[in-house]
């Protein structure tokens, strides 16, 4: 079992950039593969990237692509999201799920255990 914990979300203008992490509180990262998703109001939960157990291996939804960035540190149990030139409809809460196994990396519900969210805010 792991329990995350998102940080680093915030208000930023347009074109600027934020870090997201995402620590375990308890259990080891390095068993899981990594996903971010993110969900704006009244939209569904969607994905955004996700990275093997081991990196380097890593997908990006199409929105996020060359502006987003997903890295593992798995010596120190965490998962960062660089998220560059960001636009206003980046604009979510912010969650890091994590799955034991390969399969649909689009699909929140084949992933096991989820954060809390962290809220991101972009202004025109």
């Not at 704006?40 to 291996?57: C, L, N, Y």
Request: glycine share 10%.
């Amino acid at each position: 079992q792991v329990q995350l914990v998102e940080s680093g979300g915030g208000l930023v203008q347009a074109g600027g950039s934020l870090r997201l992490s995402c620590a375990a509180s308890e259990g080891t990262l390095s068993s899981y593969i990594m996903g971010w998703f993110r969900q704006a109001p009244g939209k569904e939960r969607e994905f955004v990237a996700v990275i093997h157990w081991s990196g380097p291996t890593t997908y990006y939804a199409d929105p996020v692509k060359g502006r987003f960035t997903i890295s593992r540190d798995n010596a120190k149990n965490t998962v960062l999201l660089q998220m560059n030139s960001l636009k206003p409809e980046d604009t979510a809460v912010y969650y890091c799920a994590a799955r034991r196994w390969a399969g649909s990396w689009q699909n929140d519900q084949e992933y096991d255990y989820w954060g809390q969210g962290t809220q991101v805010t972009v202004s025109s």
